[in-house]
């Protein structure tokens, strides 16, 4: 566990984040470029959804990175409530910003899928709502960050509020399980076999989804990289104001 630790330090982080990047990136492109090649135009239409099903390859992978960008942030602020690495905090608020983007992007096809199928833009269902409240924790998670001037305290308030909307994290995951109601269909892919979709639609959605994985890493460890290059320059600016 101690060479885990090695990496809160800054220095260290951005070294070992400048080495993986690259990879990180070609690897998000590739899956990218070829799940959606590949579900978009390679897949048949479903037989009851016709040729809007295939918006799950935004729709399901935006969803699932959404729901884990704000459980990677509570995990990064609980190390910093109980540790206090500043990487750590600062990992969390760049993961912010990405994860309130893949939150917007499953809102929006989510509604777009939704028209067609139910008949509506939107409905209070419960995964639908818990959702809408999980992008609203983002947007002031986003805006705390920005409301307070020390970064500690800043990063203190924001922790207790990724608390709390972790809980909604988890009820837009399991609400199907919690509430057996509901306009929202079940789970895309499971563990059951008889409930996955089938493998002319999974192989692409998987594909599409390792692509999200890898893109949210590399943005989060750019974006990590430079809420650390901002720190020490503020440090800088304050230390010749006080010289």
């Avoid at 984040?17 to 239409?45: H, K, M, N, R």
């Avoid at 959804?49 to 969803?63: D, E, F, R």
């Avoid at 959605?205 to 893109?215: A, D, K, W």
Wanted: charge should be neutral; aromatic fraction near 14%.
């Amino acid at each position: 566990m101690a060479s885990i630790w090695e990496y809160a330090n800054p220095r260290k982080f951005i070294t070992t984040a400048e080495a993986v990047l690259p990879y990180v990136t070609v690897l998000a492109a590739l899956c990218l470029v070829t799940g959606l090649i590949w579900g978009f135009f390679f897949t048949p239409d479903d037989f009851r959804q016709g040729s809007t099903v295939k918006i799950i390859y935004l729709h399901v992978p935006a969803a699932l990175m959404a729901i884990n960008a704000w459980l990677m942030m509570l995990v990064c602020s609980l190390i910093w409530v109980i540790r206090r690495h500043h990487v750590s905090a600062l990992a969390a608020k760049a993961a912010a910003p990405v994860g309130l983007a893949f939150t917007v992007i499953a809102l929006f096809t989510g509604a777009v899928w939704g028209q067609p199928m139910w008949g509506t833009w939107w409905e209070w269902d419960p995964r639908l709502t818990a959702f809408l409240i999980l992008f609203l924790f983002y947007l002031g998670y986003v805006a705390l960050w920005e409301a307070v001037d020390n970064p500690d305290s800043a990063a203190d308030l924001t922790a207790v509020l990724c608390l709390v909307g972790s809980v909604f994290a988890v009820i837009s995951r399991y609400a199907l399980v919690f509430w057996n109601q509901g306009l929202h269909q079940g789970a895309t892919l499971s563990l059951d076999a008889e409930q996955n979709i089938a493998n002319v639609f999974w192989y692409p959605l998987v594909t599409v989804i390792g692509g999200f994985v890898f893109l949210f890493i590399a943005l989060v460890l750019y974006r990590t990289r430079t809420e650390i290059h901002l720190r020490r320059l503020k440090a800088l600016i304050a230390q010749e104001r006080m010289a």
